[in-house]
């Protein structure tokens, strides 16, 4: 399952739809959850035949994911921001990596940057290698670039609660920490998402994500 939680990127959100609907292999189901937005969310994401729409008020990133992961049916979930994109062979290349690895519980990858307009970026996100105890990598740094990058199973996302609403930001960090430290986890090196920057998005406050 592929789920996309939604504020205010009606702008964005098509091509994060459109690059689920191009997978090589096509997830179960996409769903899209608008978490109170106030532009044309809804228009864009009921234009897709593909999308199940499911609205919320306004309670934060962590719980529309929660509610995606809610309505979900698959064995694993994607959660791809709304503004991010997948490459095509995204899904394939977790599925090839977790044949290495079949308890894995989380499955990532690289990925690219663009920039606001979709443009690639020369620099890349991860600076590093990555060694094989995952745990204590995320201790050095959150390395699964983008939410979008990683899939996880469905029965150990639910053990550890979700998401945690009490946390404003690195929410996904806290959860690849919780899945490091009690699962085996896997990582390909083939890239197979594009990681949008924007100047006002929240992975530039440094202070916040601090």
């Known amino acids: 399952s592929v789920v996309i939680p939604c504020f205010n990127h009606a702008l964005y959100l098509p091509f ?21 937005s106030t532009d044309s969310t809804r228009t864009v994401a009921k234009q897709f035949d593909e999308v199940r729409y499911e609205y919320q008020d306004n309670a934060g990133l ?23 994109v997948l490459l095509s062979n995204c899904i394939a290349l977790h599925l090839e990596c977790l044949a290495s690895k079949p308890q894995s519980a989380l499955v990532c990858g690289p990925c690219d940057l663009i920039d606001e307009d979709g443009k690639p970026l020369e ?49 996904d960090w806290d959860v690849y920490f919780k899945l490091a430290r009690r699962y085996l986890t896997a990582r390909h090196q083939t890239s197979c998402g594009l990681y949008r920057i924007r100047a006002n998005s929240m992975s530039m406050n440094g202070a916040r994500m601090l």
């Open 16 to 36: 994060a739809i459109e690059s689920v609907v191009r997978q090589s292999i096509q997830p179960l189901e996409i769903i899209v959850v608008d978490d109170g």
């Open 62 to 84: 962590s719980s529309a994911r929660n509610t995606g992961l809610g309505l979900s049916l698959g064995e694993f979930v994607i959660f791809l921001d709304a503004d991010d």
């Open 123 to 171: 620099r890349t996100y991860t600076l590093r290698e990555i060694g094989e105890n995952h745990y204590r990598e995320l201790l050095k740094g959150n390395f699964i670039s983008m939410p979008g990058a990683a899939m996880l199973r469905r029965t150990a996302l639910e053990s550890i609660g979700g998401f945690d609403t009490g946390l404003e930001s690195c929410e």
